[in-house]
């Protein structure tokens, strides 16, 4: 037989729930998504505690809000089990219950107050080979287009230099120098010839000035292929775009003529990586995470990584160690003759 609920006068616990969304709608003008989402969670949690016979907010201790908690990770005949970030959200609820219970005073003691959310699990970035970032990139090159130039130029400067994609679409002519005297773009962007120079030779101090979270700026060295093909960009390809636009001093520009948006650099990755035939979800930020990883997989330092890459902490940086530790495991599982 299922369960019924309560009738209101005898139905503490859920008197006191509908007192905390009332407080939430009025008081903190919380929207009806988050009240939505509060009250789902929370009837979840009154059904849990009534079946442990507590029926009043006074009778709930810490252990049976962590009860809770774990009954969320193993899941029941009717829900499935929680991953930690959705059992995190629904804690949220609780505690806020509990915690506006005690400050109105209803309640002595908050027992959720001591009941940490579990910790999600680390998720290691997701870096490709060297090999998929090779035909990525030759797949970006449709042709000899104005767009197929962009692309080509946006996807190296990615990889090349470990930008995020805010950071790749923000750059200004300005803030690039190729190193190259027959590469230098002026104010409209055309880029000037020098007599003499070697178009083609490899770049001498090619950068790129990206500014980071916090609008922290960093310099970084662009290799020949990313300094390549920007130039093949600035010289063949921006000028047509930029002749449709209020000379914005963007590098990157739509065909509008206007700068190239944050969601059309993730469309064109993921057009790339289709015509490349790479499996799997890729985004600006796969190619961020595969900088990092080939660099540490090569013997950069984790230090100058991190400079590279813009942390303020080594600790963050420390992560893509994990990715290149587990690749020489696999590697060494699969090589060596005593491993196995």
């Known amino acids: 037989m299922a369960q019924q609920t309560p009738a209101p006068a005898r139905d503490p616990l859920g008197r006191a729930a509908r007192g905390w969304l009332d407080h939430l709608r009025v008081e903190r003008g919380a929207s009806e998504h988050t009240l939505?989402?509060?009250?789902?969670?929370?009837?979840?949690?009154?059904?849990?505690?009534?079946?442990?016979?507590?029926?009043?907010?006074?009778?709930?201790?810490?252990g049976l809000v962590s009860d809770f908690l774990a009954h969320l990770r193993t899941?029941?005949?009717?829900?499935?089990?929680?991953?930690?970030?959705?059992?995190?959200?629904?804690?949220?609820?609780?505690?806020g219950f509990h915690k506006f219970l005690a400050a109105e005073g209803d309640v002595a003691d908050d027992p959720a107050q001591q009941v940490a959310p579990p910790t999600p699990a680390r998720r290691l970035p997701k870096a490709i080979s060297i090999e998929a970032v090779e035909r990525l990139l030759d797949a970006a090159s449709v042709g000899d287009t104005p767009a197929s130039l962009r692309d080509r130029a946006l996807l190296e400067v990615l990889y090349g230099s470990g930008a995020r994609v805010s950071e790749a679409i923000g750059l200004d002519l300005d803030d690039i120098d190729l190193g190259r005297d027959t590469a230098r773009p002026d104010?409209?962007?055309?880029?000037?010839?020098?007599?003499?120079?070697?178009?083609?030779?490899?770049?001498?101090?090619a950068v790129v000035r990206l500014f980071?979270?916090?609008?922290?700026?960093?310099?970084?060295?662009?290799?020949?292929?990313?300094?390549?093909?920007?130039?093949?960009?600035l010289v063949r390809g921006r000028p047509a775009f930029a002749a449709k636009g209020r000379g914005t001093p963007a590098v990157f520009l739509n065909q509008r003529?206007?700068?190239?948006?944050?969601?059309?650099?993730?469309?064109?990755?993921?057009?790339?990586?289709?015509?490349?035939?790479?499996?799997?979800h890729l985004s600006p930020h796969t190619l961020r995470h595969s900088f990092a990883t080939h660099l540490l997989d090569g013997g950069a330092d984790?230090?100058?990584?991190?400079?590279?890459?813009?942390?303020?902490?080594?600790?963050?940086?420390?992560?893509?160690?994990?990715?290149?530790?587990?690749?020489?495991?696999?590697?060494?599982?699969?090589?060596?003759?005593?491993?196995?």
């Open 75 to 95: 899941g029941d005949d009717e829900h499935q089990p929680l991953a930690a970030s959705s059992a995190a959200r629904a804690l949220v609820a609780v505690r």
């Open 212 to 233: 980071g979270k916090g609008n922290k700026e960093r310099i970084v060295p662009l290799g020949s292929y990313a300094t390549d093909a920007l130039e093949a960009w």
């Open 302 to 340: 984790v230090r100058v990584v991190q400079e590279l890459l813009g942390h303020a902490s080594v600790a963050t940086t420390q992560i893509y160690t994990l990715v290149t530790a587990r690749h020489l495991r696999e590697v060494y599982a699969q090589a060596h003759p005593r491993a196995r």
């Open 257 to 280: 003529g206007g700068r190239l948006s944050r969601q059309s650099a993730w469309n064109l990755i993921q057009q790339a990586a289709e015509r490349a035939d790479l499996s799997g």
């Open 187 to 205: 104010a409209a962007g055309q880029v000037t010839a020098v007599v003499g120079e070697d178009p083609g030779g490899p770049p001498e101090d």
């Open 36 to 62: 939505r989402a509060y009250r789902r969670d929370l009837d979840r949690y009154l059904r849990f505690v009534r079946t442990r016979g507590v029926t009043t907010p006074e009778g709930v201790a810490e």
